[in-house]
Structure formats: C-alpha cells, structure tokens
C-alpha cells in the first residue's frame, strides 16, 4: 500500500493548482470537492477532477484521492459517479458519524467499481474520524470488524469542524495548546487506527509559513504514533515527508535489535548497547523498516 505520510489538499476547482500539486513530491493529492470549493463551482471541481485522474492514470507520482461531499448532502452521490474511475487511489470521506458510513460508501464503490471496470476493492477510504460529536461517541467501532473496514486505507484526525459542530468559539486554550475535548480526539483516533490497523494522519498545521513549528509539530505527532499528516501547501510537504520517516539512526538501531533476536530465535530479551530489549522492541523495529519504503 503507498505510504501515506504526506496527503496534500488541493481545491479541484482549480486547474493551475492541480497541476502545480503533481510536483509536490506529496504521497497522495486529496482533490478537494467539499469546504475548498464553493456551492456554485462542485460542477466544475467535479469535472476538473475526473479529467485530472484520467490524464494522470498510469503516470505514477502521487497517489490521487478525492475528499467527497459528506454523505448526507446532495452532492455526494454526484461526486462518486464523477471520480469513481480508473486511476482513482480512493475516497476520503469527511464528517462520518459513525463506522456505519464508512459501510454505506464501500457498498456504493463496489457498485460503481463494477461499472467502470476497476478492479474490485480498487478505491479505498480513508476517513475523517473526528469531525462529528457522533463520531467521537462511536469511535469504538473500528475494532468491530464492519463491512467494508477492509477498503479502510488510513484514518485523519480533524480538529476544525468539530469545534463548529460543539459550538466552540475555539479549539484551543490561552496557552495555544488543544482543549480537552481535541486532545481526547486525537488519541481516539490513534486507538481508532491501531483497532483498524491502518495508519493515522494528523490534522493540518495551519501556519504554512512556519517551517520550524511544523517540524516540531510533526516530529512530536510520529513520537505519539501518528504515521503521517495533512498539508494545506505544497511547501509543508518536504518537511512532512521527513518527519514522517525513520531517520538514519534509527534505522541502523531497529535493523541491530532484528538482526538481534534472528541470532537468537529462543530469547525473550535480549541487552543491545546496555539496554534491554523484547518483542514489543523487536515488533517496534520491524514496524520502523517496514515504514521505510515510502522515503525518498
């Protein structure tokens, strides 16, 4: 599966920047049709948006998702039968409720993948897990084994449209930090995604200008599990991309402590470098080579 540690946003309303996004070096491109595009320009997003994977269909670069409408709109529906085609990597769906909508959309897919000719379980989801009071009332679903879990290619945690659905006037305290109720979403969504066993993606870094609070930001999200994060600017990606993947060092020490325990296949634990090691060790290490393959 592509590594989906960069997911840049891109308004499909707009020809130049999805054109311009191709040279991101970003995992996936998420072709905007909900908030970045207005009411009156869904059409032309939702055309700019078929023509742009047909053209980039066998073209490699990144990976091409497009963020439907929700699934309660009149949109939604229009938006699928426009982009469900050869070429598209998958769906990401905004403002869920609950893991039933994630059921709901991998039941159309399989329908218009039918249609179109794509391979069956070609389109994945990946979800906006947090956005909904409801959603955070049944996030205990992802463990539940659902009809269409299966297409579930990784789950983003949103902190902006819960606060308008809560009728906060902010999701952050004075101190700049997140309120309670976002700090609890966050580590929702990281039990969410190890329950599914997809990877979570962290919420935008809004200050793109911000290349040092963006590395931060990221470099503290990886530490607390996060495997990848939204950019809102090409700029954000490079750095993403980096903060996402395993350095150098760590590559070299999960690589000893697999090496380790292949010398000794009876041990439990075993001491590297003065300190012990077992098998959440040994599971960790293979983990951070395996998630290699997406550097570059």
């Known amino acids: ?9 891109v308004p499909a309303d707009s020809d130049r920047k999805l054109a311009k996004a191709v040279d991101s070096r970003a995992d ?3 072709l905007d049709l909900e908030d970045s595009v207005a009411d009156g320009r869904k059409p032309l997003a939702r055309s700019l948006a078929a023509e742009f994977i ?3 269909k066998g073209q490699g670069g990144p990976a091409l998702y497009v963020r439907i409408n929700p699934l309660d709109t009149e949109w939604a529906i229009q938006d699928l039968a ?18 039933a909508d994630i059921t709901r959309l991998a039941y159309g897919l399989d329908a218009l993948e039918a249609r179109t000719g794509m391979a069956a379980g070609q389109a994945k989801i990946v979800a906006v897990a947090t956005e909904t009071p409801q959603a955070i009332l049944n996030m205990h679903g992802y ?6 879990l299966g297409r579930l290619a990784g789950l983003i945690w949103g902190a902006e449209d819960l606060s308008t659905a809560i009728g906060a006037t902010s999701n952050r305290e004075a101190s700049g930090e997140y309120s309670p109720l976002y700090v609890l979403a966050s580590a929702l969504c990281l039990s969410a995604s190890a329950a599914a066993n997809v ?6 870094y809004a200050d793109f200008k911000d290349e040092r609070g963006l590395e931060d930001a990221c470099r503290a999200s990886r530490s607390r599990g996060f495997r990848g994060r939204i950019a809102i600017h090409p700029s954000q990606v490079d750095i993403i991309n980096t903060s996402y993947s395993p350095s150098p060092q760590e590559l070299v020490r999960a690589q000893r402590i697999v090496d380790a325990f292949a010398n000794h296949p009876q041990a439990g ?4 470098d003065g300190l012990m090691v077992d098998k959440p060790h040994l599971i960790q290490s293979l983990r951070t080579l395996g998630s290699n393959f997406g550097s570059q």
Do not use: N, Q, Y
Not at 82 to 99: E, M, N, R, T, W
């Open 28 to 30: 996936a491109l998420i």
């Open 1 to 9: 599966m592509t590594a989906l540690r960069s997911m840049l946003f």
């Open 143 to 148: 463990a539940s084994g659902a009809p269409g």
């Open 269 to 272: 634990a075993l001491s590297i």
């Open 82 to 99: 426009a982009v469900c085609l050869p070429g598209v990597a998958g769906i990401v769906l905004p403002k869920i409720h609950s893991v």
């Open 199 to 204: 990877p979570a993606i962290d919420t935008l």
């Open 54 to 56: 047909a053209e980039r």
